[in-house]
């Protein structure tokens, strides 16, 4: 049995590892990880750095909104401690930063734009900007809640790979996403039914389910010949994948 679903770590090996750091990231690929997700804000004075919620305060041991504070002042906040003593030290990374370490690896990579909350002025252009000058055009996947984000992408890089983000059972999405080309479904995990699944792979479109981290779900996806999951668990993933690849 032929396999192929790809496997993006979900915040890096977030299972293991502090979410959205540096060594998450390394480890996810060490893992065997096929790419790698991560959320992307603008700092108070415009910095692209890497960070799921709005504030701080659930994954350092600072306080306050990230749009409130200087690329310099995220800098002096742990990133690690919060999620294990071993971890002590970890940063909350710029975009640039992962980009440039993306570079020499072979992993894809998935940019999730966090301006459902905060309406980041030109974040997309600077992450567009971004991608062009590490020459990532070919491995990046910029996906968005704010769908309105996406179709600016659009207009500004029709060349790179936008998806949406959807957490409802909409009816055959794929219509919707190419109106605004947008061209792959990320949707919440109990979204990606059987029927689901099928429908997107007649229509072309790439399903990938987040977050998919139950062996039960990762290995029936698989056998669904689903495009691709996010995962916080990239080693246990690429482990069944084996499994039911030899089976």
């Given at each position: 049995?032929?396999?192929?679903?790809?496997?993006?770590?979900?915040?890096?090996?977030?299972?293991?590892?502090?979410?959205?750091?540096?060594?998450?990231?390394?480890?996810?690929?060490?893992?065997?990880?096929?790419?790698?997700?991560?959320?992307?804000?603008?700092?108070?004075?415009?910095?692209?750095?890497?960070?799921?919620?709005?504030?701080?305060?659930?994954?350092?041991?600072?306080?306050?909104?990230?749009?409130?504070?200087?690329?310099?002042?995220?800098?002096?906040?742990?990133?690690?401690?919060?999620?294990?003593?071993?971890?002590?030290?970890?940063?909350?990374?710029?975009?640039?930063?992962?980009?440039?370490?993306?570079?020499?690896?072979?992993?894809?990579?998935?940019?999730?734009?966090?301006?459902?909350?905060?309406?980041?002025?030109?974040?997309?252009?600077?992450?567009?900007?971004?991608?062009?000058?590490?020459?990532?055009?070919?491995?990046?996947?910029?996906?968005?809640?704010?769908?309105?984000?996406?179709?600016?992408?659009?207009?500004?890089a029709p060349h790179l790979e936008t998806a949406?983000?959807?957490?409802?059972?909409?009816?055959?999405?794929?219509?919707?996403?190419?109106?605004?080309?947008?061209?792959?479904?990320?949707?919440?995990?109990?979204?990606?039914?059987?029927?689901?699944?099928?429908?997107?792979?007649?229509?072309?479109?790439?399903?990938?389910?987040?977050?998919?981290?139950?062996?039960?779900?990762?290995?029936?996806?698989?056998?669904?010949?689903?495009?691709?999951?996010?995962?916080?668990?990239?080693?246990?993933?690429?482990?069944?994948?084996?499994?039911?690849?030899?089976?």
């Amino acid at each position: 049995m032929s396999v192929n679903t790809l496997i993006f770590a979900h915040r890096g090996a977030k299972g293991t590892h502090p979410e959205n750091t540096m060594i998450a990231f390394q480890t996810a690929e060490q893992q065997g990880a096929d790419g790698i997700e991560l959320d992307v804000q603008l700092s108070k004075d415009g910095v692209p750095v890497v960070i799921h919620d709005e504030t701080v305060d659930r994954t350092t041991n600072g306080s306050g909104w990230v749009k409130d504070m200087t690329y310099q002042e995220l800098q002096t906040l742990d990133a690690g401690s919060w999620f294990d003593p071993s971890f002590t030290g970890q940063r909350i990374p710029t975009l640039n930063e992962v980009l440039a370490w993306v570079r020499d690896t072979p992993l894809l990579i998935n940019i999730e734009l966090k301006n459902g909350i905060v309406p980041y002025p030109n974040l997309e252009q600077i992450v567009i900007d971004l991608v062009h000058r590490y020459q990532l055009e070919k491995r990046v996947i910029l996906s968005s809640f704010n769908h309105y984000s996406l179709v600016d992408i659009h207009r500004l890089a029709p060349h790179l790979e936008t998806a949406i983000l959807y957490m409802e059972g909409l009816y055959e999405p794929w219509h919707y996403a190419r109106r605004i080309g947008a061209s792959a479904l990320h949707c919440y995990l109990p979204a990606a039914v059987p029927k689901m699944i099928e429908e997107a792979k007649r229509a072309g479109m790439p399903l990938r389910p987040f977050t998919v981290n139950r062996e039960e779900d990762i290995s029936s996806l698989m056998q669904a010949g689903c495009a691709a999951i996010f995962t916080d668990w990239p080693e246990r993933a690429r482990n069944i994948r084996q499994t039911l690849s030899h089976s």
